[in-house]
C-alpha cells in the first residue's frame, strides 16, 4: 500500500498545481498493465503531442502490479479526482493495456467512476481474465486476473459497459497473452477486431494509437 501511495504521489509531482482555466480537451489517463510502468505509454504520449496535446492533458497512472487490484482501482479514483481538480476538466479519458483494464473496470463499475470518465479505450484488456495468469498466482492481482476469480465475476455481472462513458476495445487473436484473446471484448462497447497484433506491441502501434487517440475524440 505504502508503494502505491509513493507512485501516485510522484505520478501526480508534474501536474500544475492550479489551472489557468478548463482543459482545452478532456485529459487522458493511461493505465499500464501487470509489471508496466509509465514508460509505457512514451509512443503515444509523442503521438498524442504531435495531435496537439499538451503535457498538461497528458497523465499516466501508475500502481502495484503485486498487490491488490481493488486497492489499485482506489488509487486510480484518487488519481482521476486529482487530474480532474487541477486542470479543471470534468471529466477524464482513460486508455489502458492488459492487467490494466481490469483496474479501470473496477473503479468505472464499482467505485462510480463511469460519471468521471468520458471515453474508455482498452487495449488487450484482461477484462474478463487470461489463462496466462495461471503462471503468476502467487500474487493477488494474478488470482484476480485468473477467468473464474470472483473479482472477475464481479466485473462481469449486470452491465459491463455503464453509464454515459463510451467505451471501446482492441483485440486480436496473435494477442498470446490474453488468452482466450476474446476476453478484452466488453458488452455495450466498440470492439476492434485486429487481425494480428501481439500484446506487448499495441503501446507501439501507432495505426492503432491513432485509433484510439480518434475514438477519444468522437
Given at each position: 500500500m505504502f508503494a502505491l501511495v509513493i507512485a501516485v504521489v510522484a505520478a501526480l509531482a508534474a501536474v500544475p498545481a492550479t489551472p489557468a482555466a478548463a482543459a482545452a480537451r478532456t485529459p487522458v489517463v493511461f493505465v499500464h498493465g501487470y509489471t508496466g510502468n509509465a514508460s509505457n505509454w512514451t509512443t503515444a504520449e509523442s503521438l498524442f503531442r504531435a495531435a496537439g496535446y499538451s503535457s498538461s492533458e497528458l497523465y499516466a497512472y501508475e500502481y502495484n502490479s503485486y498487490g491488490d487490484n481493488v486497492t489499485n482501482a482506489r488509487g486510480l479514483a484518487t488519481f482521476v479526482s486529482q487530474v480532474r481538480s487541477r486542470t479543471g476538466a470534468a471529466k477524464v479519458d482513460i486508455v489502458n493495456h492488459s492487467m490494466g483494464g481490469l483496474v479501470s473496470l473496477w473503479y468505472v463499475k464499482q467505485l462510480g467512476g463511469?460519471?468521471?470518465?468520458?471515453?474508455?479505450?482498452?487495449?488487450?484488456?484482461?477484462?474478463?481474465?487470461?489463462?496466462?495468469?495461471?503462471?503468476?498466482?502467487?500474487?493477488?492481482?494474478?488470482?484476480?486476473?485468473?477467468?473464474?476469480?470472483?473479482?472477475?465475476?464481479?466485473?462481469?455481472a449486470g452491465d459491463e459497459t455503464p453509464g454515459s462513458t463510451r467505451y471501446a476495445t482492441w483485440y486480436s487473436p496473435c494477442d498470446g497473452v490474453i488468452i482466450p484473446y476474446t476476453s478484452t471484448v466488453l458488452s455495450g462497447a466498440t470492439n476492434n477486431y485486429v487481425l494480428c497484433e501481439n500484446h506487448l506491441t499495441y503501446l507501439t502501434d501507432t495505426s492503432i494509437l491513432t485509433q484510439v487517440r480518434t475514438f477519444l475524440a468522437s
Amino acid at each position: 500500500m505504502f508503494a502505491l501511495v509513493i507512485a501516485v504521489v510522484a505520478a501526480l509531482a508534474a501536474v500544475p498545481a492550479t489551472p489557468a482555466a478548463a482543459a482545452a480537451r478532456t485529459p487522458v489517463v493511461f493505465v499500464h498493465g501487470y509489471t508496466g510502468n509509465a514508460s509505457n505509454w512514451t509512443t503515444a504520449e509523442s503521438l498524442f503531442r504531435a495531435a496537439g496535446y499538451s503535457s498538461s492533458e497528458l497523465y499516466a497512472y501508475e500502481y502495484n502490479s503485486y498487490g491488490d487490484n481493488v486497492t489499485n482501482a482506489r488509487g486510480l479514483a484518487t488519481f482521476v479526482s486529482q487530474v480532474r481538480s487541477r486542470t479543471g476538466a470534468a471529466k477524464v479519458d482513460i486508455v489502458n493495456h492488459s492487467m490494466g483494464g481490469l483496474v479501470s473496470l473496477w473503479y468505472v463499475k464499482q467505485l462510480g467512476g463511469a460519471q468521471y470518465v468520458s471515453h474508455l479505450a482498452s487495449l488487450a484488456g484482461a477484462n474478463h481474465g487470461t489463462t496466462s495468469a495461471g503462471a503468476c498466482l502467487i500474487f493477488i492481482t494474478c488470482q484476480q486476473m485468473y477467468p473464474g476469480s470472483s473479482f472477475i465475476a464481479t466485473l462481469s455481472a449486470g452491465d459491463e459497459t455503464p453509464g454515459s462513458t463510451r467505451y471501446a476495445t482492441w483485440y486480436s487473436p496473435c494477442d498470446g497473452v490474453i488468452i482466450p484473446y476474446t476476453s478484452t471484448v466488453l458488452s455495450g462497447a466498440t470492439n476492434n477486431y485486429v487481425l494480428c497484433e501481439n500484446h506487448l506491441t499495441y503501446l507501439t502501434d501507432t495505426s492503432i494509437l491513432t485509433q484510439v487517440r480518434t475514438f477519444l475524440a468522437s
